[in-house]
């Protein structure tokens, strides 16, 4: 078995075994249950049998499935994952784990793909879920806007995990990742256009560099490329919606809040693990 095999066991290995502790803990199944839980909740109130700016049957749940994921998942994902490498840290797991013929890249990678497993797979499950059962009631099922939409939710995911990896291989205590991740997320969420555009013109700066400057967070990437989905005009943004349709075709902008938040999270991986790797973390 050469060098390259080796690596790949060991990286399977801690990806089985943290997966396999992340199923046994009642915070999983706790977050599993919410999302299961929340589409049977707008089926039951009748919300596919309801209509707001167009939105009707499987659009309008989807529509609101996403609304929600963009509020619940990325705190879920920071406060589950900053504490991973920290935690075990602190813990002397780390200790253990690395004394063993285990390279520092193949514990990173394990544990972060680990994580996008658990934390990727009941959210799109709940998703797939409400299409069955619209199927069951002869509900119209948009699978080019299903597929769309996994995607979306799979980019935010990846891009708050690697966020949050970043975070615990740096952070010193799980205290103080706990303290700056919950800051970077009040941050984003501040920064969404109506609290961002509204101060930045405030300040008569130019309108375009506002707009620009709102799309660089992955959160409003995440919310403009739900809603261009269903909503091809984006009229529930207002004028801004001009600027951004002419600006890029709608397809190009389905691409981009597809990609970017990848491309982030990908990038803030890297250097975690790098970190993690040249550094004394234990």
Not at 69 to 92: A, C, F, H, Q, W
Not at 93 to 116: C, D, M, N, Q
Not at 126 to 141: T, Y
Not at 254 to 265: D, E, F, N, R, T
């Amino acid at each position: 078995m050469n060098a390259s095999e080796i690596k790949n066991k060991r990286f399977i290995q801690i990806f089985l075994t943290d997966l396999r502790l992340n199923l046994r803990s009642k915070s999983f199944w706790l977050y599993t249950l919410f999302f299961a839980g929340f589409i049977a909740l707008m089926f039951a109130t009748g919300i596919t049998e309801s209509q707001v700016i167009g939105f009707v049957g499987l659009s309008r749940l989807m529509i609101t499935y996403m609304q929600v994921s963009m509020v619940i998942l990325p705190i879920y994902v920071l406060i589950s994952t900053v504490r991973s490498i920290v935690g075990d840290k602190e813990n002397g797991v780390l200790e253990y784990t690395l004394s063993l013929p285990i390279s520092f890249s193949s514990y990173y990678w394990g544990k972060f793909l680990s994580r996008f497993t658990v934390i990727y797979f009941p959210v799109v499950l709940a998703l797939f879920g409400a299409a069955i059962w619209g199927l069951i009631k002869n509900l119209d099922v948009p699978w080019d806007v299903f597929f769309l939409y996994t995607g979306l939710l799979a980019s935010m995911v990846f891009f708050f995990l690697g966020l949050s990896m970043w975070l615990s291989a740096r952070s010193k205590s799980q205290e103080s990742a706990l303290g700056i991740s919950f800051m970077i997320w009040l941050l984003l969420v501040a920064l969404l256009d109506i609290l961002f555009i509204g101060v930045m013109l405030k300040w008569r700066i130019n309108p375009e560099l506002v707009i620009w400057t709102a799309l660089l967070n992955p959160l409003q990437i995440f919310r403009t490329g739900t809603l261009i989905l269903f909503d091809p005009k984006l009229t529930v943004m207002g004028p801004v919606s001009y600027y951004i349709l002419d600006s890029m075709s709608r397809t190009t902008f389905i691409i981009i809040s597809l990609l970017y938040p990848v491309l982030l999270g990908a990038i803030l991986a890297y250097f975690g693990n790098k970190y993690f790797k040249n550094h004394d973390v234990v």
